[in-house]
């Protein structure tokens, strides 16, 4: 197991579109335990390859109290949508202390492989259904402050910029 670096935004290889994984092989399994191990210590509720600079459509999500319930989606879809949204504050690991609210689609049905290979569909609501949507949008390059207004995107950008100037001193 390895801790995998997340990267910042404004990074462009944020926008980066991931492809599909051909094959649920040994090198994807690795990949799947590298970014639970990454995600479980950056303490966040999911996390996309694209954020850890690996471009190919795998996302892990574990939306539980205790954190005990890994969730793995490999070339996930979208089967179908709520017209009801819902309107909540997000969190990302790669834009970090920022939270603004963002409008979802309530409910999802997805359809993905699992880490095992096997395909699974399921239906999701509340923060898990949020995170999905969330992950998702990474790996078609989107980031979650892409729905906020260019004023607050620029002065988020412009944050980010001074944190990681700082900690390049530090
Ligand atoms: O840890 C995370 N928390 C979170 C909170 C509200 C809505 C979405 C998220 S996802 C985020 C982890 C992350 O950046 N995933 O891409
Ligand atoms: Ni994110």
Redesign the pocket.
């Known amino acids: 197991m390895a801790k995998l670096n ?1 990267l910042r935004y404004p990074d462009p290889r944020l926008h980066t579109v991931a492809k599909p994984v051909p094959q649920v092989d040994a090198r994807i399994r690795q990949l799947v335990d590298d970014m639970l191990e990454s ?1 479980y210590a ?7 390859a694209t ?1 850890v600079d690996v471009h190919e459509r795998v996302i892990v999500i574990d939306t539980s109290e205790a954190r005990d319930d890994p969730r793995v989606l490999i070339n996930p879809e979208l089967m179908a949508m709520s017209d009801e949204m819902s309107f ?8 970090p202390a920022i ?1 603004e609210k ?1 409008a979802r689609h309530a409910r999802v049905t997805v359809r993905a492989l699992g880490r095992d290979g096997q395909p699974q569909e399921f239906e999701a609501e509340g ?1 898990f259904a ?2 999905v949507q ?2 998702m949008d ?1 790996l078609v390059g989107k980031v ?1 402050v892409e729905y906020l207004s260019q004023l607050k995107r620029d002065r988020i950008k412009a944050k980010m910029l001074k944190k990681a100037r700082e900690d390049e001193r530090a």
């Not at 950056?42 to 996309?48: K, Y």
């Not at 909540?88 to 834009?95: K, W």
């Open positions: 997340i995600m950056a303490d966040g509720v999911g996390l996309a954020q909540a504050d997000e969190g990302c690991l790669s834009v939270y963002v923060l949020v995170c969330h992950e990474h979650f």
